[in-house]
């Protein structure tokens, strides 16, 4: 996956700050990461996988609404929110070990994924604030990363801004659906 997200990203996106943006994600562990730590691609390489998957279905969401032409004048758009709306994950995710049963009933050590964040600024929003670091995002772009949590984000729970920010960029709502569809039924979960 790190060879297909990297052709996506060099292909689509051209903005200033975008070659500088994906030297440092080889710095990362952005390609190694998991999605999550027991949901989603909670294996390594899971989190370039998801953004892939994320692109794929986002391209069809936003051509299946708005067209052909519009997806691609709207390309390195689609692209920049899909393939770098979870670099929030990069370094949150550590090795840790835990004693589980196995099927003879003995106790063994297994690995799993641990969360620590040293750098707790949310998630959708550290998101653009890492990106705006490189690169700058227009506001829908900035809306779209920013919220594709939707609901799940603990933010949401007055509803009121993240319903205003949904009516004013409708892309943000399509990304949000993309990623949760991707999350639920493109991707596998280790047990």
């Known amino acids: 996956m790190e060879k297909e997200f990297e052709k996506m990203f060099k292909d689509k996106i051209k903005r200033d700050g975008a070659k500088e943006l994906y030297e440092y994600l080889k710095t990362t562990d952005f390609f190694t990461s998991p999605a999550s730590t027991k949901y989603h691609g909670n ?22 609404e708005y067209g052909k032409d519009y997806l691609k004048k709207h390309d390195e758009s689609i692209a920049i929110i899909a393939l770098l709306h979870d670099l929030c994950k990069i370094g949150t995710y550590k090795t840790d070990y835990r004693n589980v049963k196995n099927d003879q009933g003995v106790w063994e050590k297994r690995p799993y994924y641990a969360y620590d964040d040293n750098l707790p600024y949310g998630h959708g929003e550290k998101s653009v604030y890492i990106i705006s670091g490189f690169m700058k995002l227009t506001r829908e772009e900035a809306m779209a990363i920013n919220w594709h949590m939707g609901g799940f984000d603990a933010r949401a729970k007055d509803n009121s801004t993240i319903n205003r920010a949904f009516a004013a960029f409708p892309l943000a709502v399509l990304f949000h659906a993309a990623d949760i569809l991707t999350s639920y039924l493109d991707e596998e979960t280790l047990k």
Do not use: D, S, T
């Open 43 to 64: 294996f390594e390489g899971g989190l370039v996988q998801h953004c892939v998957k994320v692109y794929n279905r986002f391209a069809r969401l936003v051509e299946c």
